[in-house]
């Protein structure tokens, strides 16, 4: 499956962004999502996830700021994120995983990436 992020950019603490990943080439549905993002000089880290029936797990860091979401109508999904930190800056990821019914935070579980879009958060 391909997988297109888009939606980074430049903002300021405090502001609001969405990221979406569509998907084609696949049957989107059934499968597992995830967003990771990878800032510079670490490591790609967990985000969120979501399964084609809506169960969902965030990364603690990003609990109650992040929310990921998917249409599956649209092959299409999202995460729409608050109250940007600076420590947010990061490229992020999206990814899909098939033949798992629960929200997967290991990246070793997915199948295939996106190529990351960038949201940089400036103080």
């Known amino acids: 499956v391909q997988l297109q992020a888009s939606g980074g950019g430049l903002v300021q603490a405090g502001d609001s962004l969405r990221l979406s990943c569509a998907a084609s080439?696949?049957?989107?549905?059934?499968?597992?999502m995830g967003w990771f993002r990878q800032a510079p000089g670490k490591e790609r880290e967990f985000t969120a996830s979501i399964t084609s029936s809506g169960s969902i797990n965030y990364a603690h860091s990003v609990e109650g700021r992040f929310t990921v979401s998917r249409d599956n109508a649209k092959n299409t999904v999202y995460l729409q994120m608050h109250m940007l930190k600076p420590e947010d800056t990061a490229v992020y990821y999206c990814a899909v995983a098939y033949g798992y019914n629960r929200p997967l935070r290991s990246s070793r579980l997915y199948n295939d990436w996106g190529q990351g879009t960038l949201v940089t958060v400036s103080s």
């Open positions: 080439g696949r049957s989107f549905s059934g499968s597992v």
